[in-house]
């Protein structure tokens, strides 16, 4: 299937220790998948694995695989620039860059690319990705600002803009309306529903509201004591928050725990 | 009592208590601030001290001398006090100190930083920071008796066969001149500007570095869009401080640059730079002209750190976006 992403057997490692273990689960292209868990459960570790910034970390391993339209990213022929291209990120604090007015910091990724460099295309980018990330109407006006001049929630939205104006198949997103207001939030969860016909998304979030919310599928994780971090069951949302078939999933979700 | 007025008093007393742990700690509070604020006052006072004492003692050479100080000739024994060949000197062995010590100070800085396993990153980190605290003295008879000589016999031939076409790299290659002494003057910043970029460079977020590179950035591409750029102030910081100890080193220069009051445009040629003349010279002069001129010329040098500084600063403000972090 097209644009398929997938893991096998996915283990991670910081080192001697292990964070997750056996991750098998595939995501539904054009939709959302949410992985909820409690904090150190491996969730965030299992979202760096699938662009590979896991690896950005020193003494950071991988076993297993993760199939993107059917080949492993981990293969060695696998270059980590054009993946990170494919599968996008927005992380937990908005990141612009301070350096950077608006339009730059959502052209970085395709400046990076270096396969546009007309000016008007460019413009047109911004514009389209800005649009996607409902950010253009707050800031068309105000362009060249500084990227770090806008507000949290908005710094956020430009970080998505960043992440989409590059075209990814995959938009992964670490807790990312964990910093913000309510109607911060609110507008995050919006446009994720409206890009998700165009973009395969996966976000981790402690929030399970926001998961029951936003998602169509959800990935419960779980970690022992001493254990790595295991999916616990993986399913429809609909079907997560109504009927699990775990006890501890269910144990979660009514907040006995966690 | 009842038990109500009992409450009552504890109530009180509770407030009383809570009243005047407040006022005691509003009272540290204050006696902190009137500390802090005391050391910024005394920073301004010993500035603004050191200019009076250096108007004072160079009044003599600046009412007598005035502005026959901005010629080229020195030569106090014919009371000719001609500073701008010191002038000169400083600002090209700075020019060539900064121009080789900066590159190369990032350089180590990203390295250190960026690149190198910690193992190897915290002893070359230690054998940098040693660097600075070498005596310049020390640098001033290694320049001589190991630099120097270098230079005469590799390094300036060199130069002369492969760019003796610039008339930078022009004559015969002496060992003792400018090019010497900004080599040497490189060596001595060398740690300074590295030691502070590599901390400058460390500060950086985490969350730059990723967001660059999950992008679909090289790791080169992360240094050079996001690193670099979002520490160029505090790089741009540690030049402007590099810069300030070369222009204002004299005993090492005083060594190695043939302290010869010339204007010239072969590096190879000798010349003499301000700090190198006051620490020449002082102790010989005699006359109150010539003493006074040579505080003159710390005056001039102590002018002309500050336009430094202050160039550097209006640089870093023309580069940021308005709204960014300026300091």
Redesign the interface.
């Known amino acids: 299937m097209k644009q398929e992403l997938r893991t096998d057997r996915l283990s991670a490692f910081y080192g001697a220790h292990c964070a997750i273990r056996d991750i098998t689960m595939t995501f539904r292209p054009k939709s959302i998948t949410a992985l909820i868990g409690p904090s150190g459960c491996g969730k965030s570790t299992l979202l760096r694995c699938l662009?590979r910034?896991h690896e950005?970390i020193a003494n950071t391993t991988v076993k297993g695989q993760v199939m993107l339209d059917g080949s492993n990213v981990y293969d060695s022929g696998i270059d980590t620039?054009?993946?990170?291209?494919r599968v996008?990120?927005v992380?937990q604090?908005p990141?612009?860059?301070?350096?950077?007015?608006i339009s730059d910091n959502v052209l970085?990724?395709v400046r990076?690319?270096g396969d546009v460099s007309d000016r008007s295309t460019l413009a047109e980018i911004a514009e389209r990705s800005l649009r996607r990330a409902a950010l253009w109407d707050e800031v068309k006006d105000i362009l060249?600002?500084?990227g770090?001049?806008l507000s949290g929630g908005q710094q956020q939205r430009l970080?998505i803009a960043?992440?989409l104006a590059?075209e990814p198949e995959v938009l992964l997103m670490d807790e990312p309306a964990s910093s913000l207001d309510p109607i911060s939030t609110m507008k995050i969860e919006d446009l994720m529903r409206e890009i998700k016909t165009d973009f395969t998304i996966i976000i981790v979030t402690h929030n399970m509201q926001q998961a029951a919310r936003v998602s169509d599928f959800t990935g419960f994780m779980l970690a022992g004591e001493a254990a790595p971090g295991e999916l616990i069951e993986f399913d429809e949302s609909s079907k997560i928050f109504t009927t699990p078939q775990d006890k501890r999933t269910e144990d979660y979700i009514t907040g006995r725990f966690g | 009592m009842s038990q109500d007025s009992a409450d009552l008093v504890s109530f009180r007393v509770a407030r009383r208590v809570e009243t005047g742990e407040r006022a005691r700690s509003h009272f540290a509070d204050r006696i902190f601030s009137g500390l802090l604020l005391g050391s910024a006052w005394i920073i301004l006072i010993v500035v603004c001290g050191l200019l009076a004492v250096l108007v004072k003692a160079s009044w003599p050479a600046l009412t007598t001398i005035g502005f026959k100080a901005a010629t080229l000739a020195w030569s106090p024994s014919d009371d000719r006090y001609g500073v701008l060949s010191f002038a000169f000197g400083t600002v090209v062995t700075s020019i060539i100190a900064l121009a080789l010590a900066g590159p190369m100070g990032i350089a180590v800085a990203l390295f250190l930083s960026e690149l190198a396993p910690k193992r190897l990153a915290g002893p070359v980190s230690m054998l940098v920071e040693l660097l600075a605290a070498v005596p310049s003295v020390v640098y001033g008879l290694w320049g001589l008796f190991v630099l120097a000589p270098v230079m005469r016999t590799v390094v300036q031939p060199a130069l002369g066969k492969w760019l003796g076409f610039l008339p930078l790299f022009q004559g015969p290659p002496l060992g003792i001149g400018m090019l010497t002494g900004g080599v040497l003057l490189s060596i001595m910043i060398l740690p300074t500007v590295a030691a502070i970029a590599r901390d400058v460079f460390a500060a950086v977020?985490i969350?730059?570095?990723?967001?660059?590179?999950?992008?679909?950035?090289?790791r080169w591409?992360m240094l050079t869009?996001?690193v670099l750029?979002?520490a160029?102030q505090g790089v741009i910081g540690a030049l402007v401080l590099a810069l300030g100890r070369a222009m204002g080193e004299a005993m090492a220069v005083v060594m190695v640059i043939g302290n010869t009051p010339a204007v010239s445009a072969s590096l190879f040629r000798p010349a003499y730079t301000m700090a190198s003349v006051l620490a020449n010279e002082f102790t010989e002069a005699t006359g109150q002209t010539y003493v006074a001129m040579l505080i003159e010329i710390g005056l001039l040098l102590f002018g002309m750190s500050i336009v430094v500084n202050v160039i550097a600063r209006a640089l870093v403000w023309s580069v940021?976006?308005?709204?960014?972090?300026a300091v």
């Open positions: 662009n910034m950005v620039t054009s993946l990170r291209r996008g990120m992380f604090r990141n612009p860059f301070p350096t950077m007015s970085a990724g990076l690319a060249n600002r500084p770090t001049s970080c960043r992440a590059i | 977020p969350e730059q570095r990723e967001g660059m590179l999950a992008l679909g950035s090289t591409e869009k996001a750029p979002y160029r940021s976006p308005k709204g960014t972090r």
